[in-house]
C-alpha cells in the first residue's frame, strides 16, 4: 500500500508539474503574439534562444546574436540591451527602448527591484532611489544610503529631476503606480531615461514573482547566479513537509491606526502562499476572485475568523504591536479568537512586503508556523 501511495504521489506531483510547463509555455507564446520578437529587430538581429521561465508570466528574454538580448514585459513594451562596444541597429523598431550595457547606474523606484539587485550582490549598480533610508528595512540597502553610495531623489511621484538630468541614469524601474502620475514618465522619456515598469504584482503563482531575478540577472549578465538563487526558492516549496490531511486554517488581517481593519482578498498572493505551505485561508469568500485587502467590519471578522487556528498579521501596516496584549486592545471581539487564546499569531517582519526574490523561503516559514518549531523562522516572528 505505501507502495502504490508513493507511485500515485509521484504521478501526481509529475501531473501538475507538466500543468505547469504547459501553463507557463502559453504564457511566453501569449508575449510573443503580443509583441513579436522578430518584428521590428531590423534586419542584422535575429533571435538565437530564450531564458527558460518556469512560474512567470509576466516577462520573456531573448537572446539574439552578437551578445544583444531582447526583454519583453507584458503590457509595458520592449528593452534591447544594447552589449558594450555595439551600435544600435538603425532600422530598429521605434516602439523598442535602449538600454546600454553596462547597467551601472540605476535609478529604482520599486523596493522589490532593489530587493533582487541586491540579491545578485549587484548593489553597486543601484544607484539612486525613491525610498528613504528609514524606509528601507533591507540591511545592505539602508548601508549604501548610510554610507552615501545611494542617493535619494525624492518620492516616486516627484522625484528630482534636476539630479536625474544631471546624473543621466542607464534605467529607470518603477512599478505600477507610475501610472498615477503620467507627467513623471514623460518627464523621465523627456530626459531619455528608459522606464520599465515591472509586473511582479501581476504574477499568479508566488513564485513566478520570485522568477523575476533572473530579469535582472539577464541585464547583468550574471544569470547563472539569478538561476542558483531562484532554485533555491524552488526547492524550498518542493521540499515543504505532507499536509495533514486535516489543515491548519489561518486569518491574514491587519488594522490600521484609524481602526479600520483589512484581510486579504480570496486569490490574493499571501493567501496563495499560505495554501502551498499547507493552510486552509479562512475568509476564502471575501473577494475569491480578486487580490490584494479589502476592508471588513469587525463583526463580520470575527463571525468568519474566529476559529481561525492561526493568525498572520501585516506587523508593518498594522501599527507594530510588541506582544499579542497590545493587539488585542485595537478591538476587544480579539481576545475571543482562538488563535489568540493558543498563542498562534504570527507577524510578517519589517522587510516583508521590499522582498521579491524571497517567497519560497517565506512558505518555508509560513509551513513551520503551522506544523513545526515556530522559533526557526526568518520573515515571519511569533507574538507572544
Not at 528630482?160 to 505600477?176: C, G, H, K, M, N
Not at 504574477?203 to 531562484?230: C, Q, T
Request: charged share 25%; with cysteine.
Amino acid at each position: 500500500m505505501r507502495s502504490l501511495n508513493l507511485i500515485c504521489a509521484l504521478i501526481f506531483s509529475m501531473a501538475i508539474t507538466g500543468c505547469q510547463a504547459d501553463t507557463n509555455e502559453q504564457s511566453q507564446n501569449d508575449l510573443l503574439a503580443q509583441h513579436g520578437s522578430a518584428n521590428g529587430l531590423g534586419a542584422s538581429l535575429r533571435v538565437e534562444s530564450s531564458m527558460p521561465i518556469d512560474y512567470a508570466k509576466q516577462f520573456r528574454v531573448e537572446y539574439l546574436n552578437d551578445g544583444f538580448k531582447l526583454f519583453t514585459i507584458k503590457d509595458r513594451g520592449q528593452f534591447l540591451l544594447v552589449p558594450e562596444n555595439q551600435s544600435i541597429p538603425s532600422d530598429l523598431d521605434e516602439n523598442i527602448s535602449i538600454l546600454q550595457a553596462p547597467i551601472d547606474n540605476m535609478f529604482i523606484a520599486s523596493t522589490t527591484s532593489g530587493s533582487s539587485v541586491n540579491s545578485l550582490k549587484e548593489i553597486d549598480r543601484f544607484k539612486y532611489t525613491s525610498n528613504e533610508a528609514e524606509d528601507w528595512y533591507i540591511e545592505d540597502i539602508k548601508k549604501t544610503m548610510v554610507e552615501e553610495r545611494l542617493t535619494y531623489v525624492g518620492h516616486h511621484k516627484e522625484p528630482d529631476f534636476e539630479i536625474l538630468a544631471r546624473e543621466q541614469p542607464d534605467v529607470s524601474i518603477f512599478t505600477a503606480m507610475i501610472d498615477s502620475t503620467p507627467e513623471v514618465m514623460a518627464k523621465l522619456k523627456e530626459l531619455d531615461i528608459p522606464v520599465i515598469v515591472e509586473r511582479s504584482h501581476a504574477e499568479e503563482h508566488p513564485l513566478g514573482r520570485s522568477e523575476w531575478i533572473k530579469f535582472y540577472g539577464a541585464m547583468f549578465n550574471v544569470e547563472d547566479k539569478a538561476e542558483e538563487i531562484f532554485n533555491k526558492e524552488v526547492e524550498y516549496v518542493n521540499n515543504l513537509p505532507e499536509i495533514k490531511e486535516t489543515k491548519e486554517s489561518v486569518a491574514i488581517f491587519h488594522i490600521t491606526s484609524s481602526g479600520n481593519l483589512y484581510v486579504r482578498n480570496g486569490s490574493d498572493y499571501l493567501v496563495k502562499m499560505a495554501e502551498l505551505a499547507g493552510a486552509e485561508y479562512i475568509l476564502k469568500d471575501i473577494n475569491p476572485e480578486e487580490t490584494s485587502i479589502a476592508k471588513i467590519d469587525f463583526e463580520t471578522f470575527y463571525s468568519k475568523a474566529s476559529e481561525a487556528d492561526n493568525i498572520i498579521y501585516i506587523w508593518s501596516s498594522g501599527g507594530k504591536p510588541a506582544d499579542i496584549e497590545e493587539l488585542v486592545k485595537k478591538n476587544e471581539l480579539l481576545e475571543n479568537f482562538k488563535a489568540i487564546k493558543t498563542g498562534s499569531v504570527y507577524c510578517t517582519t519589517a522587510d516583508f512586503f521590499q522582498l521579491g526574490d524571497s517567497l519560497g523561503k517565506v512558505m518555508k516559514d509560513m509551513s513551520t508556523a503551522f506544523y513545526g518549531n515556530s522559533d526557526d523562522m526568518q520573515y515571519l516572528f511569533k507574538l507572544d
